[in-house]
């Protein structure tokens, strides 16, 4: 007897009020407004005439994502999740140091395109990729529509499958010109987080330096085998990279989670952050 599929939601509708009142393209979806802190420029300390501190107050913004608000698993990406957020924060607060300026980001496993979107206040280009699958291209063009107010940067969207290793010339082109490659949620199956695995190990080590900065959320289960609550998922991308940072010129952190909250979301203690750096051959 086969199992039915499961249905997820993601957490954070239940924990602020995204909702709108704004009637969605595609019938079934919803739209959120996701509010966030952004900063104004650089943060460069200044001083009035009588020598006071000049403090800019962020302005209170809003991007606006069209989503599914339940999926199968297979479809994870149509929905938002709080790696999303994590991610988001962290792109505010380099793009704020400068440290993102005239850099070209791309996005692995996008789903609604959030973080692309943030990337593009502060990056000179933006490549949002994600599979083929349940019209999530389409999806993040349509968001890209909603937000073009935001991207500041040249913005592109293409199909990268983690299955597929054998790149077309363009999507190797456009690999070879990444400086910094950020991914969202992409461990929540063992299958999809070898692919995923084998293409960072690909792109890291395609004409370096580059720095991927990944968010996740350890998801705990309660097994009678460990007769424990364990993340399995997380432990499995743990292990993978394990592997494949013995071979490779690679410098891998976990980062604290020390930089500042732009979005409104619960940063929970399951959600960690990685840096993975490659080196010039």
Excluded at 34 to 60: A, C, M, T, W, Y
Excluded at 132 to 148: F, P, S, T, V
Aim: with cysteine; proline share 4%.
């Amino acid at each position: 007897m086969e199992m039915p599929e499961l249905t997820v939601t993601s957490e954070i509708y239940g924990e602020y009020n995204y909702n709108t009142k704004i009637a969605p393209s595609i019938e079934g979806n919803v739209i959120s407004e996701f509010p966030f802190l952004l900063p104004k420029g650089e943060n460069k300390v200044q001083f009035d005439d009588d020598d006071d501190l000049i403090i800019e107050r962020p302005e209170n913004a809003v991007i606006k994502i069209e989503h599914s608000s339940k999926t199968k698993i297979a479809l994870v990406g149509l929905q938002v999740w709080r790696g999303a957020f994590l991610i988001g924060d962290l792109l505010i607060h380099l793009g704020v140091k400068g440290a993102l300026k005239d850099k070209t980001i791309l996005e692995l496993g996008a789903g609604t395109g959030l973080t692309s979107f943030i990337a593009g206040i502060y990056a000179k280009k933006v490549i949002c990729t994600d599979i083929n699958l349940g019209g999530i291209l389409e999806l993040i063009k349509l968001n890209a529509r909603y937000n073009e107010n935001l991207i500041k940067s040249q913005f592109k969207v293409n199909e990268l499958d983690f299955t597929d290793t054998a790149w077309s010339r363009q999507l190797t082109d456009d690999v070879e010109d990444v400086n910094v490659i950020i991914a969202a949620d992409v461990v929540y199956d063992d299958d999809v987080t070898a692919a995923f695995v084998t293409t960072i190990q690909k792109m890291l080590n395609t004409k370096p330096p580059k720095t991927l900065y990944m968010a996740l959320e350890k998801r705990f289960v309660f097994t009678i085998e460990h007769m424990d609550s364990v993340a399995p998922c997380y432990e499995t991308f743990l292990t993978l990279l394990d592997k494949v940072k013995a071979g490779s010129n690679w410098t891998v952190e976990q980062m604290p989670l020390d930089f500042p909250k732009y979005f409104t979301y619960d940063r929970v203690k399951e959600l960690v952050l990685w840096k993975i750096s490659s080196k010039p051959n």
